[in-house]
């Protein structure tokens, strides 16, 4: 608001320059058209007042200053002079309430727009985690749960980033392979050792037998002496 009020206050002193012959010659018709003319095409000036060189008022001809002004008021105050004599004073009553509910109505399309794309980013940076990381995490997920069942089926994907979840990945395929290699050694230990088994049961067996047989032979040996 100050800056609009700068850029005003400039513009006044600039035009007001252009009333110094109208004062001097006393052309007040011709003032007070020019003051009808720009409050139209200035729907934000209130008021124009003018004085003399005495601070009497020559425009407007029934004085109605409003007294008691708000915050979006402002009275920009212009000295008329010509050299240093002071020939006479303006005043313009400037109404900033149009120019905030401008900014304000800016200020709300620039959030939403803001709103719109920090939505956008948080959906991209979701997907961006969905892929990267919460993917991966659910596909780890099932490949432990159905590892602790027993079921070594499931093979990761591979991937080629650099980061700790490729580094995870690399570690748990490499641990359910060495599951994998621990297991089948101990099942073909397992067979080893059931072969090893039913030999031996086989072994006893014909040790029975042959037993059995010495044993009927020196019976019958025994009762024919």
């Known amino acids: 608001m100050e800056t609009s009020r700068f850029h005003t206050q400039n513009g006044v002193e600039i035009w007001t320059g252009g009333l110094v012959p109208l004062i001097l010659d006393g052309q007040l018709s011709n003032i007070y058209e020019t003051f009808d003319e720009l409050k139209k095409k200035n729907p934000n000036w209130n008021e124009i007042y003018l004085f003399d060189d005495k601070d009497r008022s020559l425009y407007p001809l029934e004085e109605d200053r ?3 002004l708000d915050e979006n008021h402002a009275i920009l ?22 120019l905030l509910e401008e900014i304000r109505g800016q200020n709300s399309n620039l959030f939403a727009t803001l709103a719109l794309g ?30 602790s069942k027993g079921d070594f089926s499931l093979n990761l994907p591979k991937y080629r980033r650099k980061d700790e979840m490729s580094q995870l990945v690399t570690n748990f395929s ?36 042959i037993v059995d047989k010495r044993t009927k032979e020196l019976e019958m040996a025994r009762a024919q002496n």
């Open 66 to 68: 409003i007294k008691n």
């Open 77 to 98: 105050e212009t000295v008329i002079d010509v050299g240093e004599e002071k020939i006479g004073r303006l005043e313009l009553d400037y109404d900033f309430a149009p």
């Open 118 to 147: 920090l939505l956008a980013f948080a959906f991209f940076l979701a997907a961006i985690l969905q892929k990267r990381i919460i993917g991966p995490l659910i596909k780890l997920n099932n490949a432990t749960l159905k590892v």
């Open 174 to 209: 490499v641990m359910k392979k060495e599951i994998v290699n621990y297991r089948t050694s101990l099942e073909n230990r397992n067979k080893e050792l059931t072969q090893a088994k039913n030999e031996l049961l086989d072994m006893n067996k014909n040790l029975e037998k």
